[in-house]
């Protein structure tokens, strides 16, 4: 984004095409990138990263199997005092489970279930 702007010096962006752009690299794996676009994000002037931002991320990180960043990232969208859906969960549970950490995918899944905010979906079940 930062390029366009200083090429075209007119292109705005929100929040929702920071999320597109997340998501997209978040499919092809590119976590390094889709760090960098968070960051770039998080210090744009009048742009704060919601809830989808961070679910993305995480998501991000579950592809590549991260379950670190996955729960590092979950533990600083919940300081930020959003609720996570399904999707967020869901991810952790891929993270963990590509490193077959089969305890803590159901530990996760039980979370989930014992939250009472939050039913499982085909997200988490799947």
Known sequence: FRYIQSKTGNATTNIFVYNVLLSA???S???AQCREVFEEAEAARGITPDRVTYETLIQAYAHV???GEADA???RMLEKGFTPTDYAYAARIKAHAKNHLWREA???L???EESGHLQPSVHVYN
């Open 73 to 75: 990232i979950f533990s």
């Open 106 to 108: 159901v530990a996760i």
């Open 29 to 31: 794996e590119a976590v």
């Open 25 to 27: 690299l978040s499919k």
């Open 65 to 67: 199997g991260d379950f």
């Open 110 to 112: 039980r979370e989930v």
